[in-house]
């Protein structure tokens, strides 16, 4: 049932800013991340991969507001949930398996960081590691060298709620609030960090509030509609891009998942609660709003369905195939020469 | 050439790379109107103007997460902490983040990043304002860690970091900045990091040491010298990587060395040069690999009588030197 009723798609979309096209666009990039995500976490399962963080809840939040940057222009600092991200960012589904593989071409890192630790020069996607947060305040950096150097680019970091609790979080807002840099902060708020829930990050679980602290504008949207976080990064990123400094996004959403492969989630979580939280899985809901719009119907949902699907399966055996690191390279690249 | 002091050597040096290349930056926290506390960058501010020459909001970790995000986007950024012993917020950002940047990215991504910092004791600091940090980052392989002795060296290595594309911890011992003078050469030059130097011939004994030490380890020379031990002195300059050709060449050849630096020695960066000598130059010795540093306690306190039961100096040195000597 159409999750929309009683209001006019088209102009939903169109007070979005986005066409049709655009909205089949992200349901695309929406869907493959639905599919690399389960289909990562499968390969886990089977031990063929030996590790992944889903990103399942989240597709709606990371591939929407991806879609509000200039893809060949704007930098992205990542966080381990931003695959959906990532893939409007340029990678492609081949990228994305060299990386779950390890790889020696995996653009990330050939092989060096985990599953799902971004970083790619070329797309302008800023390499993360693994301490969460320390990435917020380098965001801020990125954006300083463009500012300095008269470039019209923005930058958007993801983080959750989670690493919203770290000091660099508070160092990194403060910072560009100083200096107005072109930087939008995109804080996914699933309410989990792994097994902490928000109410044990602070007492004020909407994190959005904390901009007023720095100065600049923090606002909270529904995550799981794309259309409502296109709207307000996109006005978040027209700000950076303006001059008139950063933005704090916070999308709700949900984590469908267990943190990562090695973690089980119904040790914190029950059933019960992940079965209603399945309810308002956003890919169903965007998948109804767009046949209400009347951009997609059964017919064409399972042959981009099936489309997705093959392109993921030969990413897998093209990865899996592919050449592991040579061990000798191990020890090489410690200092740039 | 002209003779300058440390303090004006360093910044000479950040004058003239911030006037040949426009990536460079600089950043710290009181470091534009104030010109830093110990006035390193005083003038830089009026000479490049504020968009150049940064006061940082009070929070080392941003500062350096800041410095990094930049240096990933294709500047230079030239890091001032405030006194070495703030330098641990920003650890995890060193560690964790610049130095692993080059490796975790398959070479992708280098982080040209110099962090400079004054550190070292002799100043009534207290506990907070005269650590010795280098041993922390010298175990960090993708980090280069350098400690300069004289004016020459401070100027020549400092345009050498900013020009490097790692990230580079730069140690100013803070008594150094005006107690030593030295000559320096007019115009631009560069002193390559990782190259140690003998600062005294000797054939006697390896005096080995970096940063103000070295001028601790030439004072008690010449008073050993008077006694008939003859020391040589070799100046690391850089802590990592360390020029192990040099110090082993020096140990091969006097068959006795002692190392010397002012931090503690549980763990210091004379550890290791120990190491290197028992596996390169076991052969050589005619004595036990001798340290000279500070007890292991937590770092120098206020008190005059107390700082110094605790530093070491050039008598130090001198009672060290004659046990090897007769050994």
């Known amino acids: ?156 970091v993801y983080f959750g709620e989670g690493s ?3 000091g660099d979080f508070h160092e990194g807002l403060a910072f560009a609030g100083v200096h107005r840099l072109p930087v939008v902060f995109f804080c996914n708020n699933n309410g989990w960090a792994t097994s902490v829930p928000v ?38 990123v027209d700000r950076a891009r303006s001059g008139d400094g950063p933005t704090l996004v916070e999308a709700t959403t949900i984590r469908m998942m267990p943190h990562s492969s090695s973690d089980d989630h119904l040790r914190y979580r029950s059933q019960e609660e992940l079965d209603a939280e ?39 055996e093209y990865a899996d195939a592919a050449p592991a690191p040579d061990p000798e390279t191990a020890h090489t690249g410690v200092y740039a020469p | 050439m002209s003779e300058m002091r440390l303090i004006e050597a360093v910044r ?67 890091v001032e902490i405030q006194f070495a012993d703030f330098i641990f917020p920003a650890f995890n950002q060193l560690v964790s983040e610049a130095a692993r940047m080059y490796y975790r990215t398959n070479g992708e991504f280098a982080v040209p990043l110099v962090i400079r910092a004054p550190y070292g004791g002799g100043v009534r600091g207290g506990l907070y304002h005269s650590q010795s940090v280098e041993a922390y980052f010298a175990h960090v392989p993708g980090l280069k ?3 300069p002795s004289s004016p020459h060296d401070a100027k020549g290595l400092l345009k050498a970091a900013i020009r490097d594309d790692n990230p580079v911890l730069f140690f100013e011992h803070k008594l150094a900045y005006n107690t030593v003078r030295g000559e320096v050469p007019d115009g631009d030059y560069t002193v390559p990091i990782g190259e140690a130097v003998v600062r005294r011939e000797g054939r006697q004994l390896s005096l080995i040491s970096y940063g103000l030490s070295v001028h601790h380890c030439l004072e008690a020379a010449e008073t050993l010298s008077a006694e008939g031990i003859d020391c040589e002195v070799v100046d690391l300059r850089t802590v990592s990587p360390l020029d192990t050709v040099t110090l082993l060449d020096s140990v091969k050849k006097t068959g006795r060395a002692c190392i010397v630096h002012e931090d ?31 007890p292991d306690v937590p770092s120098f306190p206020y008190s005059p009588t107390l700082e110094d039961a605790l530093l070491p100096g050039p008598s130090d040195i001198v009672h060290a030197a004659r046990e090897l000597a007769t050994y």
């Open chain 2, 145 to 147: 860690v350098v400690v």
């Open chain 1, 1 to 156: 049932m159409p999750a929309n009723d009683g209001i006019d798609h088209d102009d939903r979309l169109r007070g979005s800013g986005l066409d049709g096209d655009d909205a089949q666009q992200i349901y695309r990039y929406m869907l493959l991340a639905r599919v690399i995500s389960e289909k990562s976490w499968l390969l886990t399962r089977q031990g063929r991969v030996l590790f992944t963080m889903p990103c399942d809840g989240q597709e709606a939040a990371d591939v929407a507001s991806a879609y509000a940057l200039d893809a060949a222009n704007d930098f992205i600092v990542p966080y381990a949930r931003s695959l959906g991200a990532m893939l409007v960012k340029g990678m492609t589904t081949q990228e994305v398996m060299l990386n779950m593989f390890g790889k020696a071409a995996d653009p990330n890192s050939g092989g060096r960081q985990m599953p799902m630790h971004w970083g790619h020069k070329k797309l302008g996607i800023i390499s993360m590691g693994s301490s969460v947060g320390t990435t917020i305040p380098r965001a801020s950096g990125v954006a300083l060298a463009s500012k300095l150097k008269g470039e019209a680019a923005v930058t958007m």
């Open chain 1, 199 to 236: 109410s044990l990050q602070s007492a004020e679980p909407q994190v959005s509030k904390r901009a007023q602290g720095y100065g600049f504008p923090g606002v909270t949207v529904d995550g799981l509609d794309p259309l409502t976080v296109y709207q307000a990064v996109k006005t978040a």
């Open chain 2, 264 to 294: 503690n020695l549980t763990g210091g960066v004379g550890a290791e040069v120990a190491a290197i000598i028992a596996k390169g130059a076991f052969e050589y010795l005619d004595a036990p690999v001798q340290r000279v540093g500070a």
């Open chain 2, 12 to 78: 000479d040096g950040l004058r003239e790379e911030l006037a040949a290349d426009g990536s460079v930056f600089l950043i710290g926290q009181d470091i534009a109107v104030n010109g830093g506390v110990f006035r390193v960058t005083e003038g830089l501010l009026e000479e490049f103007g504020p968009e150049r020459i940064i006061d940082s909001p009070l929070a080392e970790s941003g500062m350096v997460g800041v410095a990094i995000g930049a240096a990933m986007n294709g500047l230079r950024p030239v």
């Open chain 1, 278 to 316: 399945k309810e308002s899985d956003p890919l169903p809901r965007f998948r109804d709003f767009l046949i209400s719009a009347g951009l997609l119907d059964e017919e064409s949902d399972q042959v981009l369905r099936d489309a997705v699907d093959q392109e993921v399966e030969a990413a897998i």
């Open chain 1, 164 to 166: 919203a609790s770290e």
